[in-house]
Structure formats: C-alpha cells, structure tokens
C-alpha cells in the first residue's frame, strides 16, 4: 500500500514539477486534446508574432443603421420617398417589407473629421473625437437578413447553431492569462438580450471550458460567486481546506490525476471569490476617469460594462463581449437610435481613448459593430428601416488595426457595396490574423473533419493592417 | 452543365498548334499529376474516393464516377475541375491553379486519347471497404493468456489485447465500490446504504448479478439511458431562436423512457422514432416518438421565411439521424460530395426525400388516465345516441327529412387575396391551391391583416370567412395561439373605386357564425398590458367596431381545435357589373398578448375567403365534416358517417334537448392533455431537389428517396415512406446502425468508445481500439434481439467491468485514457447526476418518473431582458417538484440551467452523442454555493443529526456512507471531525455546523465520480 502510495504522489510530482500551479501548464507540452487531464486555458502561443492579445468586442445587436450613424448619402436624401431602381432589388430578400418600398434619407447631419475627414453623423459626438484612432469599413456585408441567424453567423461563422463563437476560438488559440478570472467574459445591457442566445457566445463543439461566462454589471458577478448565507470568508477557507486535505488522500490512494485538477479548480474558485469582486469594484476609479465613461458606480449601464471591459483586459482576460440588443429600429427610428447613442457614444470614445492613453491600445483589439444593416427603403412610414444584408459599417481599433483608416463604399443609395467589400468571413480571417493565427490553420477537429471559425472561406483584409 | 463561355474561352486561350508534338503521357502528365494532385488522390489519402497515381483508379474515378473521359476532355472531371469550370471548387483545392501550359497539356492528353501505359503507375490492389461499411460478422474468440479471467467473451477480446501489450487486469474492485459504480452506471442514483448492506450480506454466487437485474428493472434506468439518448435526439423544451418560444415536448422524453424501462428492441425503438405515424394502426407513443425528428429548432422571429428554417430543421434531422442512428456525419454531404466517405451529394438528398414528405405537426396527446376517461366520454355517447335510436325507432326517416330541408342556396365563390407585406406584423400568409392562407412564421400579437381581392361576382353582398384545419398549426389549429386558436377582433370592408382618392368603407350590418360563445374574459396569458377589459364572444362582436371584443371559437378541449366559419352580410352589396372592383378586406387580430416576446398570439391559423351575391347569405351550421358526408348519395353512406350524421342531426332536436344537454356535458368534461410536436405524413408528395451548397434558393434536379450505394442496399420491393427508410436502417445487414450503438454504450461505461470518435465511424474516425470486440458486441446485439438491457448485462458482469480502476503511475503513463482497460473506468459524472447524487444522499429527492419539465430554483434575472432577449417563465417550484431529478429540469436552449451548463450538459442546439468532461472553478463554485446544493447540505446535515447515530464518529460515518456509499478511513474520518469541532468552537448551532461538515462531503471529488 504504502509503495503504491509513493509511486503516485512521485508521478504526481514529478509530472506536475513544482506542484498544483503547474497543472495548469501541461496544455502547453502535450498538447489540450489527447490528454484528457491537460488544461486547455493554458497560455498559448499564436502562429506568428501578433499585436493583439486581447479582444474587447461591443456587439450591438439588432443592426444599428449605418445610414444613420457613418454611410453619408445625399442621394438618399435626394430621392427620399421614390421607389428604388428595380435592378437594384433583383433577387433580393427582405425581412418585413415588400422590397419595393419607397426610399427614406437619412435623417441625420454628417460632418467630416479628423486628419482623413471621415464622416459621422451628428449621433457620434464623441466617437468623432477618436475618429483617428480608430479604423471604420463602410462596406461590410452578410448573408443573413434575420436576427439569430445573423448574429450567430457574425460569432460563429455560420447562421446555424452548433459552431464555436469567436470568442470561444480565440481562447482555444491562445489561452488565458487570467488566473483567477474566466477567459472570455460576456455582458448584457441593452434592452433585451441577443436573438442567438446563449450560442453567440458557445463553445460549440469546441472543450466546454472555452464558452464565455456571463457577468452580470451588479449583484453577484458570476453565478454562485457569493458565499451563502450563514458561510463566512473563515469557515469557507476551512471547508476548501477540508476539501483540498480529503481529495489530497483520495488522489494519494487511487491515482487519478483527474483529483489533482479538482483540488486545482477549487483553488482557482476560492481566488475567484476575492478577485472578481474586485475586478467589479468601479468606485475606486478616479473620477475623472469615471466621468469620460460617463459611468456611475452602483447603477449598471453599458458605460460601466465598458470600463470594466478595461479593467478585464487589464487584468488579462482574453475576450470580454458587450451585448448592447437596442438598434432594431423598424419604427420609432429617429428617438430610439438618438437615444441608443446618447447610452453609448461616449462609452465607446472613452475606451478607445483610455486604452490608448494607458499604452493597452497596442494589444487590445476593439470592435463595433452589429449583425447586419438597415435598408435605405422605409419601413411603413417614414421612421424605420428594415434589416439589410447586403452593405453595413462596423469599427476597430488597436491590436495591428490601421489607425485613422476609412474604407469601403456603398453606391449612392447604400445599398450594395461597391468598393473593399468585406463579407463577414473575411472580417474573422482578419481579426484572426491580428491575433496571430492563419485562420485556415486554427482548427479543431470535430465530426470527422476539421472545422474552422471562417469555414471554408474569408480572406485576410490587409487595408485594414496597420 | 459547362457554360459555353468558358470553353470557347479555354479554346481560343491555348490553340493546339503550339503543340505540335503528341503528348506523352511518362514525360508531360504525370509530372503534373504528382506534383499537383496526388497529394490528396494517391495511396496516402483519397479524397472523394479518387486516386489518380494508378491507371485503373483514375479511369474508374471516385464518388464523382470515372475522372477521365478518353477523347473528351471537356466532359472529363479531371481537367473540368483544373480548369475552374462548372460550379465547382477549382482544383488544386486551396492551391493556386496550374499554371496554363498544364492545363492544356491536360486537355490534349485527354483529347488524344488519354493514353496511359499499362505498366506506369501504382498497382493498386482491390481497395479494401472501410471496416464500418462492410456489416459486421461474429469474429472467433481469441487464445488468451488467462482463461480463467475471461468471465464473458468481452473479457477474452480485452485480455488478448493485453496479452499483446504485456499488462495484466486489475483486481476486481471492493463490493461496496462496484455497487456504487453500478448504480451510477444504471440508475444514475448512488445505492442507498440499506442496498450497500444487503449486497455486503449476500453472500451467494450470483449476489452480483442479482443487483445487475434488480437495477435493469428499476423505472430509473429508463432515465438514465433515456439522458443518453436525449442528448442525441437533442431534446429540449425550447424553440431556439430568439424569443426562444415554450414548447411541450415531454411526451417524447417519456417515451424514450418507458421504451427503455420496457426495453423495447433498439431496432424497434429507431423505427418507431423515424416513422412510428406510419406504423399500422400507430398507437400514441408511436406517434409521439416521430418528436425525434421534430426536435430540431424553429425560428418564428419577425420576417423569416419558412421555408428557409424548415430546411434548416431537414438539414437538422438528417445531422441527428447520421449522429446518433448511423454513426455518420453526413452533414457535409448537403453542400458537396463527402470529402472523405463515399457519401455522394445526391446520395444526401435521396436521404432528404425520405423525410420530406411530411407536415411539422403539432399534436394533442394524453396521459394513460387521460385517455381512458376519453374513451369512456365517446363510449357514454354513442350509448347515448344509440338510446335516442332504439327509443325513436323512426329517427332514419326524420333525418332523412332534416336534411332535406338542410340543402346550401348560397353559392360561394372563393377569392384568392392578395396580402399587404406591412399589414401583417411579419406574419406570412402562406397561399394555398384551395384558395385558403396558412399564418405562418413570426406571430405578432396584434395585426390588421390588409387582404385585397378582386372577385368574379357581379355583385358582391356576403362573405364568408372559413376557420380551416391545417397540420403544421397548433394542435391542428384552426388558430396559432398554444391552443389552435384565434380571434378575430373586427372584420372590415372598404371598396376602392377608380377616381376617388381614397377608399370607400362598406358597412358590414349582420354576420352569423356555427359557433357562438358567451362573452369570455380573455385568459390572463393574453394580458396586453393595456388594463383593459378584452372579451371573447359572439360573432357580432367581429363588427361593433371595438378593439376590445372579438369572435371566438375556444370552445374547451377538442371542441376549440374543429373548424368554423362566418357569414358577413354588406348594408349594401358592392356593384361589381364591370369585374374590375377591389376591394380591401381587413381580418383585425388583436387579442393576443402585449408583444411577440410572450409568445401568446391568437391570429386566425388558415382561413378561406369566398363572396356571393346573395344578401341574406348565412353561416351554415351544419359541421364541414357532416356536410362532406351530406354530399355523398344517401344509399352510399357507410354506418360510420351515417353514425356521424346523427350526432349533428341529434342535437338539433328539440325533443331530444335533456339528453343533448347531458352530452355536452360530456364532451365540456373531456381532459385538456398536452401538445406534443410530431411528423406526419402528407398526402400530396413533396418533390425534393438536390441544392446547390446546400442553398434552399437554388434547387436543382429531383431526386427520389434512396439510399448511399456505400451501406446496404434497400431490400428488394421497398417502397419510398419514412418507414422504408427505418426499417433499412435496422436490417441485419445495416453495417454501422448496430456498431454505433454499442459503441456509445461502451463509451458511457468506459468514458472512451471503442471507435473514440462515437459520432463517426467513417474513413476519418479513429482506429476502434478493439475491432473484434466491437463487431461482437454488434453482432451480439442484432441476433439477441437488438435487446439493450441484455448488452447492458453482457457489459456488466464482464471482469472487465469490474476491475478496481486505482491506476499506478506506470500504467497511467502507458494508458492515460485507460483505452485498453487493464483497470476500472473512473470518472466525473454528468451534470444531472451531480445533481442527483446530492439530492440523494440529502433526502431530498423526489423520485417521480415523468411528467412535464420542472423549474428548479435558479437566478431570475437569467430569464428577463437583458440576459434573455424577452420575458421567460420561470415559476420556481416550491414543493416537492423542487427536488426532482435533472432531467426533467426545463430546457430553454437560450438559456441554459446554469447548473447543468456548468457541468457540460448540452442545450440541445445540434445532435451531441460524445459530451466534454471539464473540470472547472465555475463547477467549485456552483457545488459551494449554489442554492439548491446548499438546501442539500442542509438536509443531510438535519437527517445525520436526527438519524446519525448517537456518536460524532457515528454521525459522519452516517453522512459519508450515505453520500460515498463507503464508511470514511480513518484520516478522513479523523479530518472531518476535527473540521467539525472547529466549526462548533466558533458557536455555530450544531444545524449550522452539521451542514457546513455536509456540504464538505456533497463537494468531494469522490462524490461526483464513478470509481
């Protein structure tokens, strides 16, 4: 018994070297998916030397209208309320409306700004003040023109469900360099939550440990995080003392390294306990700080999700994602996407330029951006649009993301694309090239084939390459 | 088909007068070849089953027929596919394209003849089948180092392989571990420590197998492998998309269930979920099981097509037939060829005909109680009538007479609208050939449907307006809320004639409907939010022009779902001598909830609009059933249908009113039952195209069902149903069907299955560690009776099942993932038995077996905006159902049970027939401190200190033993005690300190794994 006992707390040790902490590295030398005790957050390294290491991705769903907010068409203007060119809508598939509905201006004032003169709407005060820091493609398109689909297939790569989200990917690749925080981190703050559910952040068939974890802005920020009541920070340190004691004599008779993990993971959920809390903790920000977010501690906004996206990337997680479902402006166009600016215009300005100022920008890659746009045709009246796949904006900034840059061109009504166009696959072979991964190389074998983020498809858009 | 384009194109680009020298094959192509091609066609790899590095292989080609065409290069795959012609991938695939010279050298080689020497290139032998396509036959037992050991024949195949490596087996484990491990296994229960004692008192030779059976026949086993099977069929009580919408499938997870209790035979099983409707005389259940292929999503959010999601949901359930029934992935096959596997794309959709045939049924069905009390309330009422006859023995004639007096003046002209896209909210109305309109898709809660005709009539002074029965709506319909109802809130008419500007309205001055209810409160699941007082009633509530009152036809069970209809007389009747009138027809649905987030519609389902000319035009009150009978000659009328005459003709009887009323009753008493999603068949065949990658929008040719030419044929004489299709599936000579079963209960055992890639046992999965043992297994399996509980049994007293699964540092360095089990599987349990396990050993546990899905406690914020895209019910259960196992937990796939999702349950989006295993803080946390697992310490802190045992040392081997099953060791016994003394130093009441001691024993690794 007792040579038994030796033999397995020698392999133990010696496998493990320095002891409990380095479990956590033996992804690294095996290899995550033939061992089956092997952590599979474990730090990795991308294919090629990369800028971006972390990815804070605000996703606004509903499908913000870029008619509105960044794609300037006076022509629009000019033939509000005639019937679009029929050769225009050939083949085409609307959601709602008959497609042969009469076109609607914009209703908002552009302006250019900084160094390249990009255009903004007056909806983007503050965004206008970061215009240089950030890069804007007017020409992204989809192929999904309803909600679900198209949000999965802007996360997942495909409008059905099953497939691993762009998070899930990105920390399968590269692991986490937050010990005591989950990997990817995902909020919800609009008015309702995504259309995908769950799946837009899911694993799919990726190890269930690369899914993303929903925080919540207030209350406990993980499920289960608290203590319960009557178990107080000393008797919940005797009890994970107890635990550890008794898995330890289990792990010394049977040998299972899989108890080793345990005792591990109960570890890592004690510093959870300290480190989310005051992970969460805005009060301490300076105000000045605070007051660019225009966030308030104690009252959950987008701007407080954004500032703690921050303080994630700060802390070394991996993908913080931002819900913000609010844009699905069929009617009510003019109030509901003032009013959804007003809540995160600055927050998204303030990010890019905290970030910057505290030299993260570099390796911290931000995006904007929602499923798909809107139509330059009316929905009913005259104040809301419909879903549009064909040409939509989004915006990046830092992580190797060409600063200042403005491409893409829709034709003068916005409908189509008709310079740089950049599908949605080609968006991710992107993103995953300025985190350091081939995108056709990033695979994981599933159902007998190797399954990728782009599919089959996307390539690397080099414009947008600083 | 080429575009012609191209070819003039490639024509004029390499004239053949740069060549003048004939090409060679040696010196000119197969340079090319094995520079460019054989790369992924040669004798490493054969991508689509081609290998061009040997003559005989290129000339009969891969899935894709011969590759080459002599003398007709551009019919000849090979150089189509190099030259980026036709619709398909450029080959090299994921290389940039020959360059030009090559190309046409290509060509003139295949134009010339495609001359290949006999003796150049691979030999290539007979290319052997892939082991999985071939069906398997019962291997010979091996020669084994230790007969005596090898207790079954599982346990000769598992000790020839470790004779091979030079390992012996472990020692069988102690019986108190291998009851624990059995119970888990079959039971997904810890034994209770009254079970442990008896197995540790019984001292006789088949003590072991006497456990083995008495837990085949507990009603837990059936939950337990039914979990399994869940996972496979992807069952869950949620639509998926976006608001995610309640549906009522439990039935179907019943059933799986009781067939596994009633250990119904696999083969059976499969072919009862894939066509039980068409089984003669189907029964309930076999009905209810076709809800495997109706577990797919459904996507009903603003502006979707149908038609689309409805693919998405066949391209579903042939993912969910490959997984779990053949052990195939045969998704790629909708876009292309099967890259790997001889699976053609055509092949794909023959699979695809067999399925499409069918409506997506929404069906009553009731419980065993249900149902009797059903057929006793018919069974009292043909007596009844029966009564009325032999009391009236001249009913016959009075009939008889009736219905003369009962003929239809009216004629009736049906109009076929058109639908204002913006009027309806989103909601399609689907055009049918009968001029009827099916409401489809997104459900708003409040539409004015705008439907503009233009009828032949002369003069237009009535309408009707049908309430029909369609299969694809709720319960049958004839409305789209959860009941198969609807409501129409106004019925409204305007006339636009040319020159005036706007339209005219026309007043509507009487209607009259077959069905008229009292005035009715709507149901508080319609609450809009409003505050206002909204009924239901009579037909004239459809034209007092209030918002608030609308004609129902909610009628009670069963009486709700018939359909209706509704006569609109004009004030005045529209002139319309020059048949060039439009008129506007506007069907107002207002009752239903506050927002399409709820879920709670109640539009009209598919309805029919017809006009005449009569002014006094009314309602016929006579049932479309009766009437359909009515039209056929007296003399010609089974007993049945004169029988169904009788029951309408009776109740118009003024004589006859007592025992009328009496009836009603009866039928008013009829039970609620459930919903239940089903397939039926159609009766109008649907054609199935082949598309084009997949794309719903580019059908191609027809394909008629049929069956990939890699597996066993269709027995001779089968016809094209579902049920064709099922039982190919389960033949004998089916060669994955029965493998992948077996497999998947190995790995459920074992953790890994023998093939390690369970949901594919094609070319690309992994080498099956045991072969021999799998095709016994498989073999074994089909011969006894495709019985689960007797391979269940096989496994189970195997010594290979029994081993001790303690593992030495040697061996877990030869055999980490315990592959060729020389030890004991030892393992995390699944999420639900986690669960379990804790409401077990904390007395808590309700044990009830079915029934509808139940809400455990769980944080509500998960169900509201902004964390759910709409509102979700989640009435946290209060009593006993709090307690129930996970499995009946309520699935919403957009929100999973955080519990169980921390855990690695999937959430039902695809087929999952392998789950992950992690091993996680966020696990740590959710057993520390989650509600329900806290109430679990509490309780088995409360039962140790009442039941425990009079000594601390008593009272924790009372928690342990109840928990773990085994009494604790000394050090461990000796750590808990001390914790517990510790605790009671800080003045903690004994509860307090009891429980924190408990809910140490509910967190150990120990707990939440089978050893």
Request: charged share 25%.
């Amino acid at each position: 018994m007792q040579d038994k006992l030796s033999i397995a707390r020698r392999w133990f040790m010696k496998d493990c070297g320095v002891g409990l902490g380095a479990l956590a590295m033996r992804g690294l030398a095996q290899g995550a998916t033939t061992l089956p005790n092997a952590n599979p957050l474990s730090p990795k390294q991308p294919h090629f030397k990369a800028k971006a290491k972390k990815v804070i991705y605000l996703f606004m769903a509903g499908a913000p209208s870029h008619l509105e907010m960044f794609d300037n068409k006076p022509q629009l203007a000019k033939f509000d309320g005639t019937l679009p060119p029929p050769e225009l809508l050939k083949g085409y598939r609307a959601a709602f409306i008959n497609p042969n509905s009469k076109l609607l201006g914009p209703k908002f004032k552009f302006a250019k700004y900084g160094q390249n003169g990009a255009e903004l709407s007056e909806l983007l005060p503050h965004l206008a003040k970061v215009v240089d820091d950030i890069a804007i493609v007017k020409s992204m398109s989809t192929d999904a023109f309803n909600h679900a689909p198209g949000q999965l297939l802007m996360n997942t790569g495909s409008m059905i469900f099953g497939r691993p989200s762009f998070g899930a990917w990105t920390t399968y690749g590269l692991g986490s360099e937050a010990e005591d925080l989950p990997a990817f981190v995902v909020f919800s703050t609009g008015k309702k939550g995504p259309s995908g559910g769950n799946s837009c952040w899911g694993s799919g068939f990726l190890p269930t440990v690369h899914q993303g974890v929903q925080f919540r802005a207030s209350g406990d920020p993980v499920l289960y995080l608290s203590n319960p009541e009557g178990i107080d920070a000393q008797l919940q340190r005797e009890s994970l003392d107890s635990i550890r004691r008794l898995n330890q004599m289990k792990l010394d008779d049977v040998g299972d390294p899989e108890i080793a993990t345990r005792i591990n993971s109960y570890e890592m959920a004690f510093k959870m306990q300290t480190s989310a809390p005051d992970l969460m903790d805005i009060s301490k920000e300076p105000k000045h700080i605070l007051d660019m977010y225009g966030a308030e501690p104690g009252k959950p906004s987008f701007a407080n999700c954004l500032l703690l996206a921050r303080r994630m990337a700060e802390r070394g997680v991996r993908f913080t994602q931002i819900y913000h479902e609010a844009w699905d402006q069929h009617g009510s166009l003019v109030k509901d996407i003032t009013q959804n600016c007003k809540d995160t215009d600055q927050a998204c300005a303030a990010l890019v330029t905290d970030l910057k100022q505290r030299g993260m920008l570099d390796d911290t890659l931000v995006v904007w951006g929602g499923e798909f746009g809107r139509t330059p045709m009316t929905q009913g009246g005259t104040d809301g649009r419909d879903h549009h796949p064909n040409a939509f904006t989004m915006w990046m900034a830092g992580g190797g993301i060409k600063p200042g840059l403005v491409m893409g061109q829709t034709d003068e009504l916005g409908f189509n694309v008709v310079e740089d166009k950049v599908h949605v696959h080609d968006l991710h072979a992107t993103l995953m090239h300025l985190l350091g991964f081939d995108h056709t190389k990033l695979t994981y074998r599933s159902q007998g084939r190797n399954f990728r983020l782009t599919d089959v498809h996307g390539h690397v858009v080099e414009k947008l390459l600083a | 088909m080429l575009p012609v384009k191209s070819v003039i194109f490639i024509s004029i680009l390499f004239p053949l007068v740069l060549f003048p020298q004939e090409v060679d094959f040696v010196r000119d192509v197969q340079p090319i070849l094995k520079k460019s091609c054989v790369g992924c066609h040669g004798a490493a790899q054969q991508l689509g089953g081609l290998r061009l590095d040997a003559k005989t292989t290129t000339f009969t080609g891969g899935v894709s027929g011969p590759s080459v065409k002599p003398n007709h290069a551009i019919d000849s795959p090979l150089y189509i596919r190099v030259a980026g012609m036709g619709d398909q991938a450029r080959m090299p695939m994921g290389g940039k394209p020959l360059p030009a010279e090559q190309m046409s050298v290509l060509k003139r080689w295949i134009d010339e003849g495609a001359k290949w020497p006999d003796e150049v290139g691979a030999k290539v032998v007979e290319v052997k089948k892939h082991w999985a396509f071939v069906a398997p036959v019962r291997p010979a037992l091996p020669v084994v180092s230790t007969p005596l050991w090898a207790k079954n024949p599982i346990d000769a195949f598992v000790l020839a392989k470790l004779d091979q490596e030079k390992l012996k087996p472990s020692a069988e484990t102690d019986r108190t571990t291998l009851l624990r491990r059995l119970s888990l296994d079959l039971v997904g229960l810890p034994p209770t420590v009254q079970e442990v004692d008896a197995f540790l008192k019984d001292k006789s030779k088949t003590a072991y197998e006497k456990q083995v059976d008495r837990l085949l026949a507990s009603p837990h086993y059936g939950e337990r492998w039914g979990r399994h099977w869940l996972d496979a069929a992807r069952y869950a009580d949620s639509d998926g998309y976006e608001k995610d919408k309640m549906r009522q499938v439990w039935f179907y997870r019943d059933y799986v269930i009781n067939a596994l209790n009633k250990d119904l035979p696999y083969d059976r099983f499969i072919q009862e979920q894939l066509a039980g409707d068409l089984m003669p005389h189907a029964t309930q259940d076999q009905r209810v099981a076709t809800g495997f292929l109706r577990n797919s999503m459904i996507n009903e959010e603003g502006g979707v097509d149908p038609e689309q999601f409805r693919m998405e949901a066949m391209f579903d359930r042939i993912d969910a037939v490959g997984k779990s029934m053949l052990g195939l992935t045969i998704a790629c096959a909708q876009c292309h060829n099967h890259k790997f596997d001889p699976l053609r794309q055509d092949e794909y959709y023959k699979i695809f005909a067999f399925l499409n045939n069918t409506h997506e049924s929404n069906v009553a069905v009731f419980s065993p109680q249900e149902q009797m009390k059903r057929a006793g309330i018919f069974e009292k009422i043909k007596m009844m009538e029966a009564d009325l006859q032999h009391r009236n023995p001249a009913w016959a004639q009075q009939m008889a007479q009736w219905e003369s007096t009962m003929q239809t003046k009216t004629q009736w002209e049906a109009v076929k609208p058109e639908v204002d896209d913006i009027s309806t909210g989103g909601q399609k109305y689907l055009l049918q050939s009968d001029a009827s309109m099916i409401g489809a898709g997104y459900a708003p809660t409040k539409h004015r449907a705008k439907l503009t005709i233009k009828p032949q009539a002369k003069s237009i002074a009535s309408f009707r307006l049908e309430l029909l029965n369609d299969p694809n709506l709720p319960l049958g319909g004839p409305g789209r809320s959860v009941y198969g109802t609807g409501a129409l809130t106004e019925f409204e008419v305007e006339v636009e004639r040319p020159g005036q500007a706007k339209p005219e309205k026309i007043k509507v001055s009487r209607a009259s409907a077959d069905l008229n209810l009292p005035e009715r409160e709507l149901d508080k699941i319609y609450y809009d939010k409003t505050d206002k007082r909204r009924v239901t009633g009579p037909i004239d509530f459809a034209i007092d022009g209030k918002e608030e009152t609308a004609w129902g036809h909610d009628a009670g069970p069963t009486l709700r779902n018939l359909p209706r209809k509704a006569v609109f007389n004009l004030e005045t009747p529209i002139d319309n001598s020059d048949s060039k009138t439009v008129i506007n027809v506007y069907l107002s649905q207002k009752h239903g909830g506050w927002n399409s987030d709820d879920n709670q519609n109640q539009n009209l389902g598919r309805v029919r609009l017809s006009v005449s000319d009569d002014p006094k035009a009314e309602a016929d009150p006579v049932p479309m059933r009766v009437r359909e009978i009515l039209a056929t000659p007296a003399a010609q009328r089974s007993a049945q249908q004169i029988q169904a005459i009788f029951g309408y003709w009776r109740s118009t009887v003024p004589a006859w009113r007592e025992a009328n009323a009496q009836m009603d009753d009866l039928m008013k008493s009829l039970p609620e039952g459930s919903s239940q999603l089903v397939l039926t068949a159609r009766n109008e065949m649907r054609n199935t195209n082949l598309l084009e990658r997949g794309d719903f929008l580019k059908p191609k040719n027809v394909v008629a069902p049929g069956v990939p030419a890699f597996l066993n044929p269709l027995p001779a004489g089968a016809g094209d149903t579902r049920l064709d299709f099922a039982q190919w599936m389960t033949s004998r000579n089916a060669p994955t069907t029965a493998r992948a079963f077996v497999n998947r209960v190995w790995q459920a055992y074992f953790s890994t299955g023998i093939v390690e890639t369970s949901e594919d046992l094609g070319k690309q999965s992994t080498a099956p560690s045991h072969p021999e043992l799998l095709d016994w297994l498989a073999v074994e399996f089909m011969e006894s009776g495709w019985s689960m509980k007797k391979l269940h049994r096989q496994i189970l007293t195997s010594n290979t099942y029994r081993q001790s699964s303690k593992v030495s540092a040697d061996l877990l360095a030869k055999d980490p993932d315990n592959r060729l089990m020389a030890r004991g599987p030892r393992f995390r349990v699944e999420g639900e038995i986690v669960r379990d396990i804790t409401l077990a050993a904390s007395g808590l546990l309700n044990e009830k077996v079915g029934g509808p899905s139940v809400y455990p406690p769980a944080p509500s914020f998960l169900f509201v905006a902004p964390s759910s895209y709409g509102p979700k019910n989640w009435a946290e259960e209060k009593g006993p159902e709090r307690y129930r196992r996970a499995l009946y937990t309520f699935r919403y796939r957009s929100v999973p049970y955080p519990v169980l999702m921390n855990f690695d349950t999937p959430n039902g989006d695809v087929s999952c027939v392998r789950r992950a295993r992690s091993n996680t803080p966020l696990q740590a946390l959710t057993a520390l401190n989650e509600p329900l697992f806290l109430e679990a310490a509490k309780a088995l802190a409360v039962k140790t200190i009442n039941e425990g045992g009079k000594t601390d040392a008593d009272k924790v081997r009372y928690a342990f033993r109840r928990t773990l099953s085994r009494p604790p060791l000394a050090a461990e016994a000796a750590e808990l005690q001390a914790f517990l003394e510790k605790q009671r130093a800080r003045s903690f009441t004994p509860e307090q300190a009891w429980t924190s001691l408990a809910r140490i024993i509910l967190n150990l690794d120990e707990t939440i794994t089978k050893e």
